[in-house]
Nanobody, 117 residues
Framework: QVQLAESGGGLVQPGGSLRLSCRASRMIMSTFLSYTTDWYRQAPGKERELIAHATSGNTNYADSVKGRFTISRDNSKKTVFLQMNNLRPEDTAIYYC?????????WGQGIQVTISS
């Protein structure tokens, strides 16, 4: 079973940056390449939303984060990153990574990101 470990969250002031990481354990690199990797977030009182999507050759973003957030993958480390710049209070949420393919669907435990002065 795939285990995903998220890191990099925390408290930052508006306009600041954070980089989230989500590393897969118990996985070889060739297997990692078969997964699509996404980042979601869930703000208090709101539904979970997809904000960034990456395959081995393609990325897409929600309009709310486009131009500020960048998703990337390090295949050798079996890790997906989310670089978040110019953060706003409305970016405050729990952030989740997701690795999935037709045969299985795996989520990280979630990590808190708080934007506040």
């Amino acid at each position: 079973q795939v285990q995903l470990a998220e890191s990099g969250g925390g408290l930052v002031q508006p306009g600041g940056s954070l980089r989230l990481s989500c590393r897969a354990s118990r996985m070889i690199m060739s297997t990692f390449l078969s997964y699509t990797t996404d980042w979601y977030r869930q703000a208090p009182g709101k539904e979970r939303e997809l904000i960034a999507h990456a395959t081995s050759g393609n990325t897409n973003y929600a309009d709310s984060v486009k131009g500020r957030f960048t998703i990337s993958r390090d295949n050798s480390k079996k890790t997906v990153f989310l670089q978040m710049n110019n953060l706003r209070p409305e970016d405050t949420a729990i952030y989740y990574c997701r690795f999935y393919r037709p045969s299985d669907d795996n989520w990280g435990q979630g990590i808190q990101v708080t934007i506040s002065s």
